[in-house]
């Protein structure tokens, strides 16, 4: 870009990262040169976006995003519009640097790397936050909260990631405008929810939103058990779930939404299960109608992709399979695909004292075990309702009435 005669700049989070002897997770670049201009600067460019066009260029399997300088325009009745809930929706333009770094969300994400220079420049007094750890936003509070209720999500998520505090002017309206939320499309919650549940702190995260009354915007269903708990359960469960996910991402372990959303939904699908038992159902049956009727509610805020939902149902039904330990039942269910996520779902519940511990241990050791160990832990005990129906004897038939004859 240097070379084609434009302004462009390193920006916003990998800036930060760095400052903080962090490793950035990407870089974003902005310019003063136009999508359009871009493109005919790398032929390996492609534009995206309609509301507001950006260019992404391809190196490999890399994408680096690049953004024209944005300025914010507050007068003219087309670009300033409010929606029914006052919900701020503003159409962007292209501006100066200056512009851009005071439209941006936060003023530690403001800071542009100069490359020509080797230079940080800072509009905002970004530098100050970064080295005080405070998030602040730049301009009013609630006003930005209105432009995009994310934001506060945004806010949470890196309150949480950095270990930053949040300014208590930023912070106030974060109690009074979390409504605001369900007028975000669930699409766009999803992906929000993966950032906050899958960047490794994931348990500190979820005390934060519980703490700014956001948890409830996106998990109503979930929240709303979490408000009468049992004997520290299902805060307990949730707790270690959230705990798991934060340490195999620290081990460099994969880590799967459906076993997050499952962890996440489990008390509504458990506690609706139990009613439809209640009500006559086989645990099977109700295990299954609970589980998509609470994933159909929770679509409503946050949709989650069938590739995600169907390995949930899955885990939560095979829930009570475990209870079958004798015959062939465990060695069936040993061989099922999605076996290893059911039974450490199976462990959390343990450990949170929802499930039986014994249970769990049982599974542990049968799983490692060789085969003669997994035939002998397998055999039904004497006595037990499997002997029996082995063996019950056929009826004698009945003899002939010899008068009838």
Request: with cysteine; glycine share 6%; charged share 30%.
């Given at each position: 870009?240097?070379n084609?005669?434009?302004?462009?700049?390193l920006?916003?989070?990998g800036?930060?990262?760095?400052?903080?002897?962090r490793?950035?997770?990407d870089?974003?670049?902005?310019?003063?040169?136009?999508?359009?201009?871009?493109?005919?600067?790398f032929?390996?460019?492609?534009?995206?976006g309609?509301?507001?066009?950006?260019?992404?260029?391809?190196?490999?399997?890399?994408?680096?995003?690049?953004?024209?300088?944005?300025?914010?325009?507050?007068?003219?009745?087309d670009l300033?519009?409010?929606?029914?809930?006052?919900?701020?929706?503003?159409?962007?333009?292209?501006?100066?640097?200056e512009?851009?770094?005071?439209?941006?969300?936060?003023?530690?994400?403001?800071?542009?790397y100069?490359?020509?220079?080797?230079?940080?420049?800072?509009?905002?007094?970004?530098l100050?936050?970064?080295?005080?750890?405070?998030?602040r936003?730049?301009?009013?509070?609630?006003?930005?909260?209105?432009?995009?209720?994310?934001?506060?999500?945004?806010?949470?998520?890196?309150a949480?990631k950095l270990?930053?505090?949040i300014?208590p002017q930023?912070?106030?309206?974060i109690?009074?405008l979390?409504?605001?939320?369900?007028?975000?499309?669930?699409a766009?919650?999803?992906?929000?929810?993966l950032?906050?549940?899958m960047?490794?702190?994931?348990?500190n995260?979820?005390?934060?939103?519980r703490h700014?009354?956001l948890?409830?915007?996106l998990?109503?269903?979930?929240?709303?058990?979490?408000t009468?708990?049992?004997?520290?359960?299902?805060?307990?469960?949730?707790?270690?779930g959230?705990?798991?996910?934060?340490?195999?991402?620290?081990?460099?372990?994969?880590?799967?939404?459906?076993f997050l959303?499952?962890?996440?939904?489990?008390?509504?699908?458990?506690?609706?299960?139990?009613?439809?038992?209640?009500?006559?159902?086989?645990?099977?049956?109700?295990?299954?109608?609970?589980?998509?009727?609470?994933?159909?509610?929770?679509?409503?805020?946050?949709?989650?992709?069938?590739?995600f939902?169907?390995?949930?149902?899955?885990?939560?039904?095979?829930?009570?399979?475990?209870?079958?330990?004798n015959?062939?039942?465990?060695h069936?269910l040993?061989?099922?695909?999605?076996?290893?996520?059911?039974y450490?779902?199976?462990?959390?519940?343990?450990?949170?004292?929802?499930?039986?511990?014994e249970?769990?241990?049982w599974?542990?050791?049968?799983?490692?075990?060789?085969?003669e160990d997994q035939?002998?832990?397998s055999?039904?005990?004497?006595?037990?309702s499997?002997?029996?129906?082995?063996?019950?004897?056929?009826?004698?038939?009945?003899?002939?009435?010899?008068?009838?004859e």
């Open positions: 870009m240097k084609a005669g434009y302004q462009a700049y920006v916003g989070g800036v930060r990262d760095l400052l903080l002897g490793e950035p997770k870089f974003d670049i902005a310019t003063d040169a136009h999508p359009e201009q871009v493109k005919k600067v032929s390996n460019c492609r534009l995206i309609r509301r507001f066009r950006l260019a992404h260029v391809h190196f490999g399997r890399e994408i680096i995003e690049v953004a024209t300088f944005r300025a914010n325009v507050t007068n003219g009745e300033d519009r409010e929606s029914e809930n006052g919900m701020l929706l503003r159409d962007n333009v292209y501006g100066t640097i512009e851009d770094a005071l439209r941006r969300d936060f003023s530690v994400n403001a800071l542009y100069n490359i020509e220079d080797f230079s940080v420049v800072d509009y905002t007094n970004g100050p936050d970064l080295r005080d750890g405070v998030l936003l730049l301009g009013d509070p609630a006003t930005r909260y209105r432009e995009d209720p994310v934001r506060m999500l945004r806010a949470v998520r890196f949480a270990g930053f505090i300014n930023c912070e106030k309206p109690f009074e979390g409504e605001l939320l369900d007028d975000v499309p669930a766009r919650l999803f992906e929000e929810v950032k906050l549940f960047g490794g702190v994931a348990l995260t979820f005390e934060k939103l700014y009354d948890f409830e915007r998990f109503p269903e979930t929240d709303e058990y979490l009468h708990e049992e004997g520290n359960f299902p805060v307990t469960f949730v707790n270690r959230l705990e798991n996910t934060d340490n195999r991402i620290a081990e460099g372990k994969p880590v799967t939404p459906a959303f499952a962890v996440l939904l489990w008390e509504p699908v458990r506690q609706l299960s139990n009613r439809l038992i209640a009500q006559g159902q086989s645990p099977l049956q109700a295990m299954q109608q609970a589980g998509s009727e609470i994933i159909f509610c929770q679509s409503k805020r946050i949709s989650i992709p069938k590739r939902s169907l390995p949930m149902r899955e885990i939560w039904s095979l829930q009570h399979r475990f209870n079958h330990r015959g062939k039942r465990p069936r040993l061989s099922y695909p999605r076996f290893r996520a059911a450490d779902f199976l462990v959390l519940r343990a450990e949170s004292g929802e499930a039986d511990q249970l769990a241990d599974w542990t050791e049968f799983q490692t075990a060789s085969e035939n002998r832990m055999k039904p005990k004497q006595g037990s499997a002997t029996k129906r082995k063996r019950r004897r056929r009826r004698k038939p009945k003899p002939r009435n010899q008068e009838a």
